[in-house]
């Protein structure tokens, strides 16, 4: 069984280094129990290239089916419930900045002084997100349900979000209550991606009625673009949570996106691996509690 949970972490971070770091060893220890791994399975299961190690195809076919089997076995034995109180946690969560505004002051508020020796850390969502899962460098991404998850992945919703338009408040269209799809295509926006690879939603709504949106400004975040607004005829295309930031500046105006710029729901993402462990479980319930006293 330990070899087995050895093998685990070691497919999981693909360095030597880095597994006898998580599994508490040194590093002539590790490579000791890669070897007896190596002997026990009559293969090489890590293979050292130019860009570091890859597993050959025994090792991906023993870390899909421990990635099965761990979490099974781990219910079997029965771990205690997580006391939030009195244990201590860490926790990794990469979103973009739209959801941490939605869920960090819930979490602050109600949740967090509940759990005084819990840790959370937020870092800001990348196309690398999924592989860090697999890698274990994150316990849970918060993404839009219209990315790519791999099927091995578990996926949960956590609340479903609106478009507005927010506006300068001296802007030609300040005293709108709706944007028309007219109007929205004939202005220039300041847009919010997180790379120039993925297409946002706004962009694939437009897109889906055979239209593409002209936007001067491009930034990774909600809160960069809100502030850009100002002394602009910019229109910046944002969701509810971000749009109670814009309320409450007097120089800005919001009003409703176009019908065709539907809405989305936000999911959460974890390995399978965490799927019943305590903490992980109570982290999950933390955040689809806090999803749920979201008022958008």
């Known amino acids: 069984m330990n070899l087995l949970v050895a093998f685990a972490v070691f497919a999981e971070e693909l360095s030597v280094t880095a597994a006898a770091n998580r599994l508490l ?12 791994l190596r002997v026990l399975f009559e ?17 991906v076919r023993l870390q899909e089916k421990l990635n099965v089997l761990l979490p099974k076995i781990e219910g079997l034995i029965g771990r205690p419930q997580f006391s939030p109180e009195k244990e201590e946690a860490r926790f990794r969560i990469a979103a973009p900045d739209n959801v941490a505004t939605a869920l960090c002051p819930i979490l602050c508020r109600d949740v967090l002084p509940k759990a005084p020796r819990v840790e959370v850390t937020f870092v800001s969502w990348s196309l690398s997100a999924n592989a860090e899962l697999d890698q274990g460098r994150l316990d849970l991404a918060l993404s839009n349900d219209e990315m790519l998850v791999p099927r091995h992945l578990q996926t949960a919703t956590l609340y479903q979000e609106r478009f507005y338009c927010v506006v300068w408040s001296g802007s030609r269209f300040a005293k709108q209550k709706t944007m028309s799809l007219d109007r929205y295509l004939a202005a220039e926006h300041i847009a919010v991606a997180f790379d120039d690879v993925v297409q946002s939603i706004p962009d694939k709504r437009v897109a889906a009625v055979g239209e593409r ?21 910019l229109v910046l295309t944002a969701t509810a949570s971000m749009v109670q930031m814009a309320r ?33 479980n109570w982290l999950r319930e933390q955040m689809l509690w806090a999803s749920g006293q979201l008022a958008l």
């Open 25 to 36: 060893l040194s590093q002539s220890a590790a490579s000791r129990t890669l070897d007896r």
């Open 43 to 59: 293969d090489d299961l890590m293979i050292r290239g130019s860009k570091g190690y890859s597993l050959t195809p025994v090792g």
């Open 213 to 233: 949106r002209r936007w001067a400004l491009r930034v990774p975040y909600f809160g960069v673009a809100i502030a850009c607004l100002p002394q602009t005829q």
């Open 248 to 280: 409450a500046n007097p120089e800005l105006r919001v009003m409703d996106a176009p019908s065709e710029i539907a809405p989305f729901s936000f999911q959460m993402v974890w390995h399978p691996r965490l799927s019943s462990d305590p903490a992980h």
